[in-house]
């Protein structure tokens, strides 16, 4: 057995949440669940009940600036779908296994930044 033990191995890899890596038609998912959900949206957009779908949208949160002469890098949402309605409505969703503080705040952010966006969290 290598250095890296039983649990490294390349095809196993899981994230610091214990979700697992997957790739589904070329495109690669940080979860089983957000592949799952990849796969749901994709044919409620074959059956034109939503279009638009665009996977890891970014939105900026914060602009970046300075600070006593330091740069202060940007802050952006990264969510894991954006997709519209026929009757006009702008969705972003995000799948959630684990909701970390860093998440609630850049949600908050979000929510307060677009009120327009209809957010909606998918529960993994």
Not at 41 to 54: A, H, S, V
Not at 64 to 81: C, L, Q, T, W
Not at 88 to 95: A, L, N, P, Q, T
Not at 100 to 109: C, F, Q
């Amino acid at each position: 057995m290598s250095k890296r033990g039983k649990w490294l191995r390349p095809n196993s890899r899981r994230g610091k949440y214990n979700a697992r890596k997957t790739t589904v038609m070329g495109k690669r998912f940080d979860s089983k669940a957000e592949s799952n959900r990849y796969l749901v949206l994709l044919e409620r957009e074959q059956q034109r009940e939503i279009y638009d779908l665009t996977c890891q949208p970014k939105f900026l949160l914060q602009e970046a600036f300075r600070y006593n002469d330091k740069a202060e890098r940007a802050i952006y949402y990264v969510a894991d779908f954006e997709y519209y309605t026929p009757d006009g409505d702008h969705v972003v969703e995000d799948v959630k296994g684990a909701k970390t503080k860093v998440y609630g705040i850049k949600r908050k952010l979000f929510l307060y930044r677009y009120p327009h966006i209809t957010f909606r969290e998918v529960k993994a």
